[in-house]
Structures are given as C-alpha cells and as structure tokens.
C-alpha cells in the first residue's frame, strides 16, 4: 500500500511547477480525527496556521456527540473540507465558503452540498491520473443502460449501505 501511495504521490507532485515549498502562500492540510475532517492551512505568507472546520464544536467530543444526524454529518465533513480548501484564502476574517447554515432556506445546504459532490465527483472520475477512469464509466455506461425502476432500487439500496457502513465505523 504504502509504495503505490508513493507511487501516486510522485505523479501528481511531478506536476507541480513548483519544487520548492517557499513557492507557496497557502499550504492545506486535510486532517481527520475520529472520523471527523478539516483543514490545516499553513499561511507561508503571514507565518500563521488556522484551521477551518465545519462542526464549530471542540474537537475532543465524540462523532456521535457532535452530530444529531450521525451518518449524514460524517459524509458531510468531507464535503465541506474540500470546499474550505477551494474556497479559503488565507484569512478567516470575513471568509465565507458560500454554503448556507444547516437552518437557512429549508435544506438549502443539503441541496448545495449535494450539488458539490457532483462536481468533486466528476473532477476526480475524470481526472487523468485517474487509473480506474474506463473501469467507471464502463459501470456508468452498464448503469444507465438499467430501467428507469431498476436504477431507482438500486440507488435506495446504495444510500442504505452507505449508511450501515458509517455507523459500522462511528466511535
């Protein structure tokens, strides 16, 4: 595992114009604690470290403490740590990542949230350092080629599994 995470970590550093770290301003540091995500950013620029996370809690508390809606939060937290990467720069005065609070408009940011799993989706499946690229869409292709009704069971089922297999991992 390790020599194949190597692996991919020197293709998509060998693409980096840049082989010196002084070169940035911004520096993201995904981190996950008890199944929890967020962001470390190392401002190069301002020598600070400020981290963005979506729980607003204190980190020592449980998943199942900080979350009511437990298997959705944790699916959630990823989402919103990739957002905080593409949306912050460097600064937490007055930054927005542009999603609405969990209250606002209904489930707006359920909807907004859903919509950003699209596009973080379609960005890695399409990306090419991508090595399983033809194996999904082949999959998708086998997918759609299904009934209406079929896709439908299917999708019920799948959102069930997730669910079962986060709880399987919540402390």
Not at 96 to 104: A, K, V
Not at 144 to 151: D, H, I, N, Q, W
């Amino acid at each position: 595992m390790n020599i194949e995470f190597n692996r991919n970590m020197e293709a998509v550093l060998g693409e980096v114009n840049h082989p010196n770290i002084s070169a940035f301003d911004l520096v993201f540091v995904p981190i996950i604690n008890q199944q929890h995500y967020y962001v470390m950013c190392f401002n190069l620029k301002t020598p600070k470290v400020e981290i963005t996370d979506n729980s607003g809690v204190m980190p020592r508390m449980s998943v199942a403490k900080k979350y009511s809606d437990l298997p959705d939060k944790m699916v959630d937290c990823g989402v919103f740590l990739m957002r905080h990467m593409e949306t912050y720069k460097g600064c937490l005065l007055n930054w927005e990542c542009g999603l609405c609070g969990e209250n606002e408009a209904n489930n707006l940011q359920k909807l907004q949230l859903n919509d950003l799993r699209k596009k973080y989706v379609t960005k890695i499946i399409l990306h090419d350092l991508n090595e399983r690229f033809h194996w999904v869409t082949k999959d998708l292709v086998r997918y759609l080629s299904l009934p209406v009704e079929v896709r439908r069971e299917a999708d019920k089922n799948t959102h069930g599994n997730i669910a079962s297999r986060l709880l399987e991992h919540a402390d």
